[in-house]
Every structure is written in structure tokens, then in C-alpha cells.
């Protein structure tokens, strides 16, 4: 597997990923998402596959079939205010494909991400998790993170 940023050419399977992300979250919290969504359209992920602000990393076979992604954003803090100043980057989605899971393919593609980051001068790597998802908690337990801070919400 190689793993590099996404092209163009990586819509249609970086999409296909997509769907089963939101589908993901919408078995578990199908009062905020919508069967058969995803969180982009097509105009915005090719925006974001341009954006080095944003970087997308995937992780695709000899065929370059994508087998999986991190969509990634810098968060640059300058310091005033109450935070130090530091540069985070921010996992905002990891997934890989549910037909091929097991086989270290996220722990690789995680694993490109913290090299990044570190080429990149970031003082860390954060993401968020669902909580009705409890295997890719299990997952990122797995390769080291720690919670940083808890959401907590009231349904009204």
C-alpha cells in the first residue's frame, strides 16, 4: 500500500469511504445524521483535496484503489489569548474501508499522519470520536491518544 496525499482521481473512492462513514454515524445517532449522506460534496472535496491548509492523506493499493483516508486541517494558534503558541493538526476524519478493516491499513495511514505532522513543526495531533463508536475508540486507544477533553450535550 502507498500513501500519499489525494488527487483528483481519488474522489470516487474517497466518496465511496464517505457514505460509509455517515453511515456509521447515522446507526448510531440517526437523530443528527442522515441515511445515505456524506459530509462533503463533490465541488467541496475538491476543494479540500486542493487546500494544503486541509491535507487529505490515502492510502491506496497497486491499483490505486484508495483502501482508506485521514482528512487532516492545521490549527495555528498565535498565541494570544490564553493558548501558548503551537500548531495542532487536526485528524477531522479517518476511515478505511469496512470490506478490508483489520489489516492495519488505518494504523499505517495513522501512522503517515503523525510523521507529517512531526515534518510539519505541530506540537500535536488531535481528533474527535463519536461515542456511539466505541470500535474506533478502541482503535485510536490503540495507537496512543489519550482524551484531551470530553463533549458532553442535553437533548432538548
Keep these: 500500500m502507498e500513501i500519499r496525499r489525494a488527487a483528483e482521481q481519488d474522489m470516487d473512492g474517497i466518496n465511496r469511504l464517505l457514505y460509509q462513514v ?9 437523530d443528527l445524521f442522515r441515511d445515505g449522506g456524506k459530509k462533503y460534496n463533490d465541488e467541496e472535496l475538491l476543494a479540500i ?3 494544503d491548509e486541509r491535507p487529505i492523506f490515502v492510502g491506496v493499493d497497486e491499483d ?6 485521514a482528512f487532516c486541517i492545521f490549527e495555528r494558534y498565535d498565541g494570544s489569548g490564553a ?3 503551537h500548531t495542532t493538526l487536526y485528524i477531522d476524519d479517518l476511515c478505511v474501508d469496512e470490506q478490508i478493516r483489520g489489516r492495519h491499513i488505518g494504523s499505517q495511514i495513522y501512522h503517515a499522519v503523525l510523521d507529517f505532522a512531526k515534518q510539519s513543526s505541530c506540537y500535536n495531533v488531535t481528533l474527535n470520536v463519536w461515542h456511539c463508536n466505541p470500535s474506533a475508540m478502541k482503535f485510536y486507544e490503540a495507537m496512543g491518544l489519550k482524551p484531551l477533553k470530553l463533549g458532553m450535550e442535553a437533548i432538548l
Design 22 to 30: 455517515c453511515r456509521v454515524h447515522h446507526d448510531g445517532r440517526p
Design 49 to 51: 483535496i486542493r487546500d
Design 64 to 69: 490505486g484503489q484508495v483502501l482508506g483516508y
Design 83 to 85: 493558548t501558548t503558541r
